[in-house]
C-alpha cells in the first residue's frame, strides 16, 4: 500500500477526533513530502531520517545554531523553547502512530522507537490528572503490547511502567538501588525508595505485577558498571536519564489513539498518581 494511501486508511478508520485527525494528516504529509524530496522510502527509516525531516521543517530555527543530533539539543530545547518541544513531541505521536498503523497493516515489520526523539517535557504546568478507570484498563494493555517489536530493552520498560503505577515517582525509579530490594519468604517483593539526598526512604511492597515485570527484568538487567547497584540500567551498565521515564511512558501512550489524544497528556507522573487500583470514578 502506498504511504499516502496508508495515511487515508488509517485516519478514515481510526477513532481519532476530527482536530487530531487534521494534524496529524499535516504532520505526515509533511514527513511523506520530505522522503520524496530525500529520495527516502518511508517504510525503510531509521531515527536518524526522522530527526533530519524535523530539524528540517521544523527545529532548525529555534535550535539557536545547534544541531539537532542528541538528548542534549532536545534537553536545550525543553528548556528554552518549550512551546517548540511540545509541538515537536506531537509530531513523533502521529508518526508513532502512523507506523503502528502500517506494522498492523503488515506494511513494515517492526516500528521505529522513536522514544529517544522525545523531549519528555510535559504540554502543561498543571497537577497531574490521575487516569480514569477505561484509561488505565488501556495503559495496561500498552504495557502488555510492550514487547520485543517495540523496544530492545521491553523487560526494562514494562518494569518501569509498572513501578510507576506502584506510585514511585519518575526520579525514584532512576534512583533505586538493588541493594534496598528485598524477596520475601512469601515470594513477594520490598523496595526503599531513595529520596533526594539519596537515604533510604518509604517501603513499597510490590504488586504481583510488578513483581512478575521484576522477576522477567533481571535476567536481562544489563552488567552493572564497576560500583554501579542501580535496579534500572542502560547503555554501558549506567543508570537511565532521569528523563526516560516520562519519554517512555509517552511512547507508550502514543500507540493507543485514546491515551495519544489525551488532554492533559499521559505522563510519568500522570501514571505515578493513578496508581493500580484507587483511581476515582470519572466525573
Known sequence: MDPRTLLDD????SALRPSTRATYRIEITS???????????????????????AEDRYLAPHLDGRPFDGPEALAWLADQRPDVARSHDKRVTALT????????????RL??????LRSGLDRDATPPARLTYMERAAFFACIGMWGPDKARHYARDRLIAYLLLE??????IVRLD??????QPDGTYEVRAPDDFENVGQKHVLEPLTVGALRAYLPRRPEPADGEHALILGQGGRPIVSRYPNMLIRQMASTEPTLAQRHPPVTADVVAHTGFWDTPPAE
Open 10 to 13: 488509517w485516519l478514515n478508520d
Open 97 to 108: 502512530q502512523f507506523y503502528e498503523a502500517a506494522k498492523d497493516r503488515n506494511l513494515i
Open 31 to 53: 514527513w511523506l513530502d520530505w522522503c520524496a524530496a530525500a529520495g527516502t522510502d518511508p517504510y525503510s527509516i531509521g531515527i536518524e531520517h526522522i530527526a533530519r525531516w
Open 167 to 172: 506510585g514511585l515517582r519518575p526520579g525514584e
Open 178 to 183: 538493588m541493594r534496598h530490594l528485598y524477596e
Open 111 to 116: 516500528t521505529p522507537d522513536l522514544t529517544m
